[in-house]
């Protein structure tokens, strides 16, 4: 089954790619690899999903709101790939930062929600390494950020 498929099938409404807000671009292809800048935590209405995991957000809204930085980094990826998720070979590795307070453990937990979408989109090419990292903030004040490096063919 083609990625697209996948994304109709699991009626997936993907956001607008986010136009850069600083001094940097959304994706960078170098050779095979496609780098998508962290993309922050966005509802579906457009609106920030901000707090402090452990204090304003437990961990299955931080689960949610990883799950909308991945829909953003589909969302870029099919911008750069031409809307062709066929140059998509695999995801290799995401980064998620989590704001959270000094108390809060559940960042894999939380970041979770943005390496389940990536693999229920593009199955075994979407495995990825990863990591999950606690920030004392984020920017804007959202919840969770998360970047990734694809393989393209």
Not at 56 to 73: H, M, P, V
């Amino acid at each position: 089954m083609s990625f697209e498929n996948k994304i109709k099938e699991l009626n997936i409404v993907l956001p607008k790619a986010a136009d850069p807000v600083g001094s940097y671009v959304a994706a960078k292809i170098s050779g095979k690899l496609l780098y998508i800048s962290g993309q922050i935590s966005i509802d579906e209405n457009g609106q920030l999903i901000k707090g402090k995991l452990g204090k304003d957000l437990d961990t299955e809204a931080g689960y949610n709101a990883a799950k909308r930085c991945a829909l953003s980094i589909i969302a870029q990826v099919k911008k750069v790939c031409g809307d062709d998720l066929t140059k998509i070979k695999s995801c290799i590795k995401l980064t998620g930062f989590v704001n959270s307070t000094d108390n809060f453990i559940e960042q894999p937990k939380v970041i979770n929600g943005a390496s389940d979408l990536i693999a229920s989109v593009f199955g075994d090419a979407g495995m990825h390494t990863r990591a999950a990292v606690s920030a004392n903030s984020l920017p804007l004040g959202v919840s969770v950020e998360v970047d990734a490096v694809f393989e393209i063919n």
